[in-house]
């Protein structure tokens, strides 16, 4: 048996009703939800630090997260997830699969975008597929990356934020949220929305200028915990 056999092996006896393991019995979809991100940002870590030997483990450990979580499925299993991909996969590169030509890489990102949206057609917005989970930094560049192929962001930016000026709120409902209000939540400090449209404009201009903004608040989060260990915290 290959290694990936022996995992998902591994995954079957800890989920076993007899001789497995209480922990993983118990555990849902919705409570292992945390533990997978959790394990993302830990191979990111391993990516920034550049270490081979970390990064192998790391993979294993989100891999881990997919078997576990096909694992404990009531309606599909490892091999239907690995089935999925594969054919999106497929889909996704008719340049190499196909007939479809795509010698550079701005035809292979156009060829790739086409083919999505076919499979994506019942979408009626192109914000529609964007992670509500999504830590608002990276979906604030996800959907402005989404709405600069068919709205000026600047001017969609500008206007939300008159409207905040006019009205004292923002509908947040389409989240699932509700009413987004400078309310002050419990052991979170004020919700500041007009602080958040600064943001959010900073985070459009920084675009504009071709800065990555999401790397660059990393770096800089990560020069200030330098500096913090130099100053002995």
């Known amino acids: ?75 599909f299993d490892l091999e239907d997830v690995a089935a999925g991909v594969r054919d999106k996969m497929v889909r996704r590169h008719p340049h190499v699969f196909g007939d479809e030509r795509a ?32 830590p608002p930094l990276e979906r604030a560049v996800k959907l402005l990356e989404r709405l600069e192929a068919r709205v000026d962001t600047d001017t969609l930016v500008a206007s939300l934020g008159a409207r905040v000026d006019a009205e004292g709120v923002a509908d947040g409902s389409a989240d699932g949220a509700g009413p987004a209000t400078a309310a002050t939540i419990a052991g979170a400090g004020r919700v500041d929305l007009g602080w958040g449209i600064g943001a959010l404009r900073a985070v459009a201009e920084a675009r504009e200028d071709g800065v990555d903004p999401v790397a660059s608040l990393r770096a800089a989060v990560a020069a200030l915990e330098v500096e913090g260990r130099r100053a002995g915290a």
């Open 103 to 134: 010698d550079t890489v701005a035809e292979v990102e156009r060829v790739w975008r086409a083919a999505k949206a076919a499979e994506k057609a019942s979408r009626r917005s192109v914000l529609d597929g964007v992670p509500r989970a999504m």
């Open 1 to 75: 048996m290959s290694a990936l056999t022996d995992l998902a092996a591994v995954v079957d006896r800890l989920l076993a009703p007899e001789g497995g393991c209480v922990w993983n019995r118990e555990q849902t979809h919705a409570s292992l939800a945390r533990y997978a991100v959790e394990e993302v940002y830990e191979l990111v870590d391993a990516i920034d630090d550049a270490d081979e030997a970390e990064l192998r483990e790391e993979l294993g450990d989100v891999l881990y997260q997919v078997v576990l979580h096909a694992g404990i499925a009531e309606t």
